[in-house]
């Protein structure tokens, strides 16, 4: 389906349910596909660290994805997780999974060893011009051990690298300086600034962002649902 520029709304981290020998269990994953799209969630996010990415065989990532987009069925977006520790094979994933179906990916910087802000900035350049769809940036400090630097991410969204950003740092300020930095850029354009809070989604919505991308929304989608929407509505009492 085509992807919205920018996305917005609700994008659960869909959760990866196992098998106790760890297969994907994927009736399991379907019924909770279900309790999401009932909730009227925007857009659904595999691969992620909720979705167990890290643990999964390649085997396993193509068909996590395969279920969810063949289950949704076009209904909603689906991002998927192209999360590996270098750029070749960042891009093997990114060519399984949008095969599989996958409407935009989400990349993290390189990580294992250090890299150097230019070297973060060609690694997102080579994905998006190997990618058939667009691509996110995922700022995952905590398991990348880099930060992705506000003036970096809009230079990448100035250019059409990037399609939006999936903020996982916690760090609100430098959040706050890309969704305004965003707004303010003239050639930033359809750009979509997520936040990965759950606790903080009212206060991302209030400076501007765009929607979120919280991990209990596997639980209680409905009530994020009705989070974002008081929102836009501008209902803070509610």
Known sequence: ????????GVVPPVCTPLTPDREVDV???????????????????????????????????????????GHVSGGVPVLAGAIDMTT????????????????????????????????????????????????????LPVSVHSKLGAELVLELAAEGTLAGLKDSSG?????????????AHPAVSGFSVLTGSELLVDS????????????LANVDPAGYVRLDRLCREGDWEG
């Open 27 to 69: 009736p399991s994953l379907t019924r909770l596909v279900d309790h999401l799209l009932e909730a009227g969630v925007d857009a659904l996010f595999v691969l992620g660290t909720s979705s167990e990415a890290a643990y999964l065989t390649d085997r396993q990532r193509r068909l996590v994805v395969e279920t969810v987009v």
């Open 171 to 183: 760090d609100l300020g430098g959040f706050r300086a890309v969704v305004t930095g965003a707004r």
């Open 88 to 139: 070749p094979r960042v891009l093997d994933h990114v060519r399984y999974v949008t095969d599989a179906g996958a409407d935009a990916v989400v990349v993290t910087a390189p990580f294992y060893t250090p890299t150097h802000p230019a070297e973060i900035a060609r690694h997102y350049r080579l994905v998006a011009a190997r990618s058939p769809v667009p691509v996110l940036a995922y700022d």
């Open 204 to 215: 991302a919505l209030a400076m501007g962002a765009d929607g979120a991308v919280p991990g």
């Open 1 to 8: 389906m085509t992807f919205p520029a920018p996305l917005t």
